[in-house]
Each structure stands twice: as structure tokens, then as C-alpha cells.
């Protein structure tokens, strides 16, 4: 069984595992923004593309993951690939600005569509790439510690932040666990001859309730067993708490912050200035020299 | 049915931060029809083994011969009739009452028998008959199985491993969490299962039921097998480097050699053995 899941945490001592999950988060997030900036000329978007593949290849590659192992991740994209292509290609366009493709049954279709669904396909994919990273390089404790602060300023106006904290903790710390339950119990049925690969539709809905209740059944057991073994510790999700890990904001954390923020200004100038391709910005450089 | 391991290494999550070698190098051979221990500490290997039997596991390098089916680690070499293997060799997994998910405890039992390929009705009868020999009455088979007690539960998931009637059938820790009546009627049966001729691989930690039962023992540590002997001879060593505790009867034997009483342990399997010995050994006067 694969249980090498994909956005698993993988243990390495890269800058980005040591990175504080809070400015990481920000990163993120302030990357993803400039990932989905939107371009006018198809040159911009295919330079700008390219800065950002290159970017987050690099960050990839520092935090050890494999590219393989993210092609592969691919794969359960080419359903969307293909549905993206339908939709563009059926969408009529009155401006376009690349040549004709072809035409269907007096139906003009143009590159622009193909570009279309190409720059939405890379988008999606830059973004599972940084979420990736993000998951990859944090614990997932850290993870809900980073995001119970970013609740903090809902806590003033009376939102359980904790209880939504330790919840998606539990979440996150059982995701392993109930792996490891569905590899049990999938083996369990194997010996009982259900067969979970191959088979007619019929038998394979039942390999799957096979697999489902048991399943539910042993969760909900695990969680009435939690709850009582938190009870029985004196849990309150209203006492304050302390935490025997702290967070540690450094000047490192502060500077890939400043970095990740200038990359993504530089992004939206890039957008909002309305670079008209490449002749305007080699135009711009000659200005500027 | 004999099952023959030659070579056999098992990595998990190979090529990762994860990687770990469970298998190291692994040749055994069973023989059939025998009732046979695997022991050894937790994380040795054992249910590693066990999942090659059923080919739930593939080798990363080295074969498993069972009877006709070779489980290698080369693709083309591999069997393909894993449904073949599975109904010959039954696997109980621990805790096996986890395993159950349908409305009605026949229905449940019936469940592996219909899988390979048994009629409705034939699958009933099947399953019938195994609930018969783990000692539930027909009252028991419209019930559901999730509101029995954990006994009876662990009852129902093994009549759905002997309903598929395997020829080789290996239990894993089948007493854990068990009270001591059901876990000594649950080894009875499998007694009884073995005598009529099933071979049996019984997974356990607890060294009184391997001296009780057991006409072999195979010793695991880190992956490889220790020793593979019977339990007169295994008692008969130093058990200490391999962490197993020695069965209550040879500790009181020894206890009793100490005082003198001539006592030979090799012949002991169970209560009655060391009280004919003891009487035996009694100096008459």
C-alpha cells in the first residue's frame, strides 16, 4: 500500500522546515496572489509564469521534494485538463488575440482558448506546488498553532479559536491513524477475497461499503475513547493554556517574509502597470539604462 | 501445503525518510498439516511475514513459494491467481472483529465464502457450519453483529475466516483482549481446527500457549528468523536474548529442580504433564 501520501510532512532540515509556520502561512499565501495575478499580453503571462515555476522549482527543491513525485500528482489533474479545454473551447470569444486553431462546423475556435485552459492549468498547479511545500516542510502541530494565531484577533469578539484549533489538531493528528485503519481493514477483506482493484461496478460498490462501515464504526469508537481520555485529563477548552512548544519569529522569518511580499508587489505592478509584452518592457529597460 | 520463504527481504517506504527494512533475508520452511508459533517482540517482523502468505505483501527482493503460488518479487515470475491463494490460506488479522460491517452475523460470516464465488445459499451453509464450529447457535444469525459482546464478535470474524474453509489458516494474536475462558475456548478451537488437518500459524506473545499447542516455533528479531525449532528445544536455551518470557509450568519445574525433584522439562506441554511428573519424581517411600 502507498501509505507515502501525497502532503504528508516529510522530515529534512531544510530552511524551509525551519522557517516559522506563521510567516510561512504568509508566504504562502502572499505568493499564491502573485501566482494568480492576471496578465494581459500572453507574453507577460507566459514570462511571468515562468519567474514563478522557476521561484517555487527552487523552493521545491530546497525543501528536498521530488519533482517526480509531483508530476505524478499530475495525473489526477487530466480530468480537469480536459474539462478546462471543453469549457474554453466552447466559450465563444468576440477579442482574441493569437491566431485560428480551427474551425468546426462554422465554429471558429482560436489559440486563445487553449492558452486560456494552459494558464488556468498552470496556476492550479503552481498553487498545489506551494501548498505542497507548505505541508511538506511544517509539522502539522505547528500548522494549527500558526493558525490558531491567525484567529487570535476573532477570539476578541468572542470566537472559540481554540476549540476550531484543536479540532482541525485532532483532524490532522488522526489523518495517520485512519490511514492506517483503512490499510488494516483493506487487508482484512483482501483475505476475504474482496477484491478492491479490479471488478464489475456492482462488486466493487461493495468492496467499498466493506471497507466504509468498519471504518466508521472503529472511528467512532476512537473518538468516544478521545473524548473520554481528554475528560478524564481535566481538558477545558475554555481554561487558558499554555504551550510547551513556542513559536519563534526570527530575523530569518522576518526577511523571507520581506522577500515573499516584494515578489508579489513586483507581481501586482506587473499586473497593474499593463506591461503591453515584451517590446514595451525591453523598451522599459533601455529607459531605465 | 507447504510454504517456503527463500531470500526474503521487505522494505516499507522504500527510497524515503520512512524507509524501514522488515524482512531480512528470510528463508523458512513449513512444513504442512503442523500447528506452528511465530513469536518474537513487537516490530520483529512477524505480521510482515504473515501478509506474504496471503500476498498482501509483495517481496522487495527474494520469493514465497505456497504450495503452487509464488509470491516474488519479480513480476513476471509472480502468480496471478491471488484469489486461488487466499481461499486456501486464511488469514485471521488481530483484533478481527473490526473487520465486520454487514446487517446480520450470517450475512458477515458468509461474506469470504460468497466472495469466492459460492451461491447464495451455499455460502449459508457454509457459513452456518462455521459458526457451528466457533459455538454459536442458529440464534445468533439474525443478529447484528455489532451489538454482541466482544467475545462473540471475535467468534463471528473467525467463523468468517473458516467459512472459506482454508487449508492453511494463520491467526494473529487471536487471544488479545480476551478474558481467559474465551481465550482458552478460542484455542481449543483452533485445536480442533488443526486436528483435522489444517495447518495452523498461530502469531502470539504469550509462551504458555506456544509450549501448550505448538509442535513448532519460529523465532523472529529484527526481521530475521532467530531460531526455528521445537518449544522443548526452545524453552530448553537461554530465552533471553530474544526478549520471550519463560511459560509458567517449565518456571515451576525449575523451581522445583532446584529442590531437588527430578524433573524432565523436555516433556512438558501442559498442567497435567508436570503433575505426572511431579508424581514421577516424588521420592516413594
Same mark, same amino acid.
Given at each position: ?63 528536498? /521534494?521530488?519533482? &517526480?513525485? @509531483? ?7 487530466? *480530468?480537469?485538463?480536459? $474539462?478546462? !479545454?471543453?469549457? +474554453? ?37 503552481? /498553487?498545489?506546488? &506551494?501548498? @505542497? ?7 502539522? *502541530?505547528?500548522?494549527? $498553532?500558526? !493558525?490558531?494565531? +491567525? ?139 | ?285
Amino acid at each position: 500500500m502507498n501509505s507515502f501520501a501525497m502532503g504528508r510532512y516529510i522530515p529534512y532540515h531544510s530552511f524551509l522546515h525551519k522557517m516559522d509556520p506563521r510567516a510561512k502561512i504568509f508566504c504562502l499565501i502572499v505568493l499564491m496572489v502573485a501566482v494568480f495575478m492576471p496578465f494581459v499580453s500572453w507574453q507577460m503571462v507566459a514570462v511571468m509564469a515562468g519567474v514563478a515555476f522557476l521561484l517555487i522549482s527552487g523552493l521545491l527543491l530546497a525543501s528536498h /521534494m521530488s519533482i &517526480l513525485q @509531483l508530476l505524478s500528482s499530475l495525473k489526477s489533474l487530466w *480530468l480537469m485538463i480536459v $474539462f478546462l !479545454l471543453i469549457i +474554453y473551447i466552447l466559450t465563444p470569444r468576440s477579442n482574441h488575440s493569437l491566431p485560428v486553431a480551427f474551425v468546426m462546423w462554422n465554429y471558429t475556435v482560436y489559440w486563445d482558448s487553449f492558452a486560456e485552459a494552459g494558464r488556468i492549468l498552470i496556476r492550479l498547479m503552481l /498553487m498545489i506546488e &506551494l501548498s @505542497l511545500i507548505l505541508t511538506a516542510t511544517t509539522k502539522p *502541530l505547528d500548522l494549527t $498553532f500558526a !493558525l490558531e494565531w +491567525y484567529l487570535t484577533p476573532l477570539k476578541w469578539i468572542g470566537f472559540p479559536s481554540h476549540v476550531v484549533a484543536m479540532t482541525i489538531t485532532l483532524a490532522l493528528r488522526f489523518i495517520p491513524t485512519i490511514l492506517e485503519d483503512v490499510n488494516r481493514i483493506m487487508k482484512a477483506q483482501s483475505s476475504r477475497g474482496v477484491d478492491f482493484e479490479h471488478g464489475k461496478l456492482g462488486a466493487k460498490f461493495r468492496a467499498v461499503i466493506s471497507l466504509i462501515v468498519p471504518l466508521f464504526v472503529s472511528s467512532f469508537i476512537r473518538s468516544d475513547e478521545l473524548a473520554n481520555a481528554m475528560e478524564c485529563r481535566g481538558y477545558d477548552p475554555k481554561a487558558k493554556r499554555t504551550r510547551y512548544r513556542q513559536l519563534h519569529f526570527s530575523w530569518l522569518d522576518l526577511l523571507w517574509t520581506l522577500l515573499a511580499s516584494g515578489i508579489a508587489v513586483l507581481f501586482i505592478y506587473v499586473s497593474v502597470v499593463h506591461f503591453d509584452g515584451f517590446v514595451s518592457w525591453f523598451h522599459l529597460e533601455t529607459n531605465l539604462v | 501445503m507447504p510454504i517456503n520463504f527463500s531470500n526474503v527481504f521487505y522494505v516499507y517506504n522504500p527510497k524515503s525518510p520512512f524507509q524501514y527494512e522488515a524482512l531480512r533475508n528470510v528463508n523458512l520452511t513449513l512444513d504442512e498439516g503442523k500447528f506452528i508459533a511465530l513469536v518474537g517482540r513487537t516490530g520483529s517482523g512477524k505480521s510482515t511475514l504473515i501478509s506474504h502468505l496471503n500476498a498482501l505483501l509483495h517481496p522487495t527482493s527474494g520469493e514465497v513459494v505456497i504450495d503452487d503460488f509464488i509470491n516474488a518479487a519479480d513480476k513476471r515470475k509472480r502468480s496471478r491467481d491471488v484469489r486461488g491463494l487466499r481461499k486456501k490460506v486464511g488469514l485471521v488479522f488481530q483484533f478481527p472483529e473490526y473487520q465486520l460491517f454487514e446487517e446480520t452475523v450470517e450475512k458477515d460470516v458468509a461474506f469470504g465464502p460468497k466472495n469466492f464465488g459460492l451461491g447464495n445459499q451455499e455460502a449459508l451453509k457454509q457459513a452456518h457450519e462455521a459458526l457451528q464450529v466457533v459455538g454459536l447457535d442458529p440464534t445468533f444469525y439474525e443478529r447484528s453483529p455489532f451489538e454482541l459482546s466482544g467475545g462473540e464478535k471475535r467468534k463471528v470474524a473467525i467463523a468468517g475466516i473458516l467459512a472459506i474453509r482454508p487449508t492453511v489458516l494463520i491467526v494473529d494474536e487471536p487471544t488479545a483482549g480476551l478474558d481467559p475462558r474465551a481465550a482458552e475456548e478460542t484455542m481449543a478451537l483452533f485445536q480442533k481446527i488443526h486436528s483435522e488437518g489444517t495447518t495452523i500459524i498461530l502469531v502470539t506473545h504469550d509462551m504458555n500457549l506456544v509450549l501448550h499447542y505448538a509442535e513448532d516455533v519460529v523465532v523472529m528479531e529484527n526481521g530475521e528468523i532467530a531460531l526455528h525449532c521445537t518449544p522443548g528445544e526452545l524453552f530448553g536455551r537461554d530465552l533471553s536474548p530474544y526478549s520471550l518470557e519463560v511459560p509458567d509450568i517449565y518456571r515451576f519445574a525449575r523451581d522445583l529442580q532446584r529442590f531437588g525433584l527430578k524433573i524432565d522439562t523436555s516433556k512438558l506441554h501442559g498442567v497435567e504433564d508436570l503433575a505426572l511428573a511431579i508424581k514421577e519424581a516424588y521420592p516413594h517411600e
